[in-house]
């Protein structure tokens, strides 16, 4: 026998065969050991025994492959207690409402972004709001909240400029491909309003920015999946050095002096840039705030007026009510004024509707700072503690919360605005699109004003919107009632799996 595959263990003279076997056991008795610890730690914060096991993980990689994930998490959520474990990579999910609450809002000092999450996206968010926790979190928060709280007069003018670029380019009878326009008109009006200068990608054929924030988003979105190992892997370093060099450049060239008018002059000067570069901030600082807005406006937005002109379109009963609210308070060609879009109740229910059946963070994750626990959702019942170790990610599913049918009754699945009527409001803690409690999205008024007023010019100007399907070359109407749902694809946001196609008539 081959001496190499022999050997002393403790003292004892071992084949091959039996070193391997002694090595499994020393592995097994490790995990159990190891195992043993954790549940004394979680007993010490709760009691804790979850309805699932391994099957969960592989599940979840099944499901978003398949773009079902959603869906799926609506029904593994369904148990007493509404919370889970995955037991793979420490990760529990909950559309609980007392938990919810605790994390977003009594026990936030528990809960933040995390380093690995910190890790990962500081390459493109680099050491913004959005990845920071504690202090840093606090320090860029008031940056940037004076800014992105109010809306300012100038805001509709800007945003009216960019909803007349959209129509231009959508109005050449052609299918376009909804979200991407919607998504260059997004990115256009937030540079504009924080930085006073737009990217005006709706103008050029030029896309690189906007390529190189998505490209950075897949590969990130990826890394993120793979935990702490993720943060091993490198970022798409092209795609940085795009988005820097975009950065600097704002920097570098941001000038009073350049304003064509008076007019124009004020409102750069009282832009995010304007005012932080007078108060003589740091580079770093100031990318970090701008990095922030722009990747916060941008996605959400363009997919929330997706999903509305799609459910439109689906639903063309809305459609025509929408249109005659419109017509009676806006009229055909005027943008809609500030007080118009306030009064304009019908058009709040549809967005309402629209961010409840599609939220455009349909999960929000947030990982433990320290050992800790969530209130309620253990033990056989669902109704004890659930123990929460330093590390775990925990996993809010928004989207499930939304589709409650204990919240939202039987219907909760279907699309209607009418749900709304009255002003009605479901409980604090079971409708958040914009989040809420210690770190809600500081863009929410902005976003609701550019989703209403952007919807509102594409109505006015459009007197037809279609739903096609592109197979091939080939353009083919689409039949709505025989159209199957398009699911909703989880990455950094949660967004439509394909395209949705319209065509735009005058
Ligand atoms: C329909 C559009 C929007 C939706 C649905 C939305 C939703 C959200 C949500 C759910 C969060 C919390 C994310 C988390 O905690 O992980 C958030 C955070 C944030 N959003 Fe928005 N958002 C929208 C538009 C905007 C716009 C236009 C801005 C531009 C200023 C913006 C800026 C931010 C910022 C800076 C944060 C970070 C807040 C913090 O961490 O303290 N958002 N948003």
């Given at each position: 026998?081959?001496?190499?595959?022999?050997?002393?263990?403790?003292?004892v003279?071992?084949?091959?065969?039996s070193?391997a076997?002694?090595?499994?056991?020393?592995c097994?008795?490790t995990?159990?050991?190891?195992?043993?610890?954790?549940s004394?730690?979680?007993s010490?914060?709760g009691?804790?025994?979850f309805?699932?096991?391994?099957?969960?993980?592989?599940?979840?990689?099944?499901?978003?492959?398949?773009n079902?994930?959603?869906?799926?998490?609506?029904?593994?959520?369904?148990?007493?207690?509404r919370?889970?474990?995955v037991?793979?990579?420490?990760?529990?999910?909950?559309?609980?409402t007392?938990?919810?609450?605790?994390?977003?809002?009594?026990?936030?000092?528990?809960f933040?972004?995390?380093?690995?999450y910190?890790?990962?996206?500081?390459?493109?968010?680099?050491d913004?709001?959005?990845?920071?926790?504690g202090?840093?979190?606090q320090?860029n928060?008031?940056?940037?909240?004076?800014h992105?709280?109010?809306?300012r007069p100038?805001?509709?003018?800007?945003?009216?400029?960019?909803?007349?670029?959209?129509?231009?380019?959508?109005?050449?009878?052609?299918?376009h491909d909804?979200?991407d326009q919607?998504?260059?008109?997004?990115?256009?009006v937030?540079?504009?309003?924080?930085?006073?200068?737009?990217?005006n990608?709706?103008?050029?054929?030029?896309?690189?920015?906007?390529?190189?924030?998505?490209?950075?988003?897949?590969?990130?979105?990826?890394?993120?999946?793979?935990?702490?190992?993720g943060?091993?892997?490198?970022?798409?370093r092209?795609?940085?050095?795009?988005?820097?060099?975009?950065?600097d450049?704002?920097?570098?060239?941001?000038s009073l002096?350049?304003?064509e008018?008076q007019?124009?002059?004020?409102?750069?000067?009282?832009?995010?840039l304007g005012?932080?570069?007078?108060q003589?901030?740091?580079?770093?600082?100031?990318k970090?705030?701008?990095?922030a807005?722009?990747?916060?406006?941008?996605?959400?937005?363009?997919?929330?007026?997706?999903?509305?002109?799609?459910?439109?379109v689906?639903?063309?009963?809305?459609?025509?009510?929408?249109?005659?609210?419109?017509?009676?308070?806006?009229?055909?060609?005027?943008?809609?004024?500030?007080?118009?879009?306030?009064?304009?109740?019908?058009?709040?229910?549809v967005?309402?509707?629209?961010?409840?059946?599609?939220?455009?963070?349909?999960?929000?994750v947030?990982?433990?700072?320290?050992?800790?626990?969530?209130?309620t959702?253990?033990?056989?019942?669902?109704?004890?503690?659930?123990?929460?170790l330093?590390?775990?990610?925990v996993?809010?599913?928004?989207d499930?919360?939304?589709?409650?049918?204990d919240?939202?009754?039987?219907?909760?699945?279907?699309?209607?605005?009418?749900?709304?009527?009255?002003?009605?409001?479901?409980?604090?803690?079971?409708?958040?699109?914009?989040?809420?409690?210690?770190?809600?999205?500081?863009?929410?008024?902005?976003a609701?004003?550019?989703?209403?007023?952007?919807?509102c010019?594409?109505?006015?100007?459009?007197?037809?919107?279609?739903m096609v399907?592109?197979i091939?070359?080939?353009?083919?109407?689409?039949n709505?009632?025989?159209?199957?749902?398009i699911?909703?694809?989880?990455a950094?946001?949660t967004?439509?799996?394909?395209?949705?196609?319209?065509?735009f008539?005058?």
């Amino acid at each position: 026998m081959d001496t190499q595959e022999h050997g002393y263990v403790w003292g004892v003279y071992l084949n091959t065969t039996s070193l391997a076997l002694t090595f499994i056991l020393l592995c097994i008795s490790t995990l159990v050991f190891r195992t043993n610890a954790k549940s004394n730690r979680q007993s010490k914060l709760g009691a804790r025994a979850f309805p699932l096991g391994f099957g969960v993980t592989l599940q979840l990689v099944r499901q978003l492959r398949a773009n079902t994930v959603l869906e799926w998490t609506q029904k593994v959520l369904n148990v007493p207690g509404r919370t889970v474990e995955v037991p793979i990579g420490g990760i529990v999910m909950t559309d609980n409402t007392e938990n919810i609450r605790a994390i977003m809002s009594t026990q936030s000092d528990c809960f933040g972004k995390g380093e690995t999450y910190h890790k990962i996206w500081s390459s493109l968010m680099r050491d913004s709001i959005l990845t920071t926790d504690g202090h840093a979190w606090q320090v860029n928060r008031n940056h940037l909240v004076a800014h992105t709280a109010k809306i300012r007069p100038t805001d509709y003018a800007v945003t009216d400029r960019h909803a007349q670029n959209l129509i231009r380019v959508l109005s050449d009878g052609m299918p376009h491909d909804t979200l991407d326009q919607l998504n260059r008109f997004a990115i256009d009006v937030v540079s504009d309003i924080f930085y006073g200068s737009s990217t005006n990608t709706l103008l050029t054929n030029d896309q690189s920015l906007r390529d190189a924030i998505q490209r950075h988003k897949n590969v990130n979105t990826w890394r993120l999946l793979f935990g702490k190992i993720g943060t091993l892997m490198p970022p798409d370093r092209e795609a940085c050095d795009v988005i820097e060099k975009y950065l600097d450049h704002v920097v570098d060239t941001f000038s009073l002096e350049d304003s064509e008018s008076q007019e124009e002059h004020d409102r750069k000067a009282q832009t995010l840039l304007g005012v932080l570069s007078a108060q003589g901030v740091s580079k770093k600082v100031l990318k970090d705030q701008l990095v922030a807005v722009l990747v916060g406006g941008r996605d959400s937005v363009a997919i929330a007026v997706t999903w509305a002109l799609y459910e439109l379109v689906r639903h063309p009963e809305t459609l025509r009510e929408l249109r005659a609210e419109l017509s009676k308070i806006v009229g055909p060609s005027d943008p809609p004024s500030s007080s118009q879009l306030e009064g304009l109740e019908f058009l709040n229910s549809v967005v309402q509707e629209t961010m409840r059946v599609h939220s455009s963070v349909g999960m929000n994750v947030r990982s433990a700072l320290k050992d800790t626990s969530l209130p309620t959702g253990g033990g056989l019942t669902g109704t004890s503690p659930v123990g929460i170790l330093a590390g775990t990610s925990v996993v809010l599913g928004l989207d499930s919360l939304h589709h409650r049918t204990d919240i939202f009754g039987p219907d909760a699945d279907v699309y209607r605005p009418h749900r709304w009527d009255n002003h009605w409001k479901p409980d604090t803690w079971t409708y958040f699109p914009f989040n809420r409690g210690a770190r809600p999205c500081l863009g929410k008024n902005l976003a609701l004003m550019e989703v209403k007023f952007v919807l509102c010019r594409l109505l006015q100007a459009f007197g037809s919107i279609e739903m096609v399907e592109k197979i091939g070359d080939e353009v083919v109407t689409v039949n709505i009632d025989k159209r199957e749902k398009i699911r909703t694809k989880m990455a950094f946001n949660t967004k439509p799996a394909e395209p949705v196609w319209l065509r735009f008539r005058r």
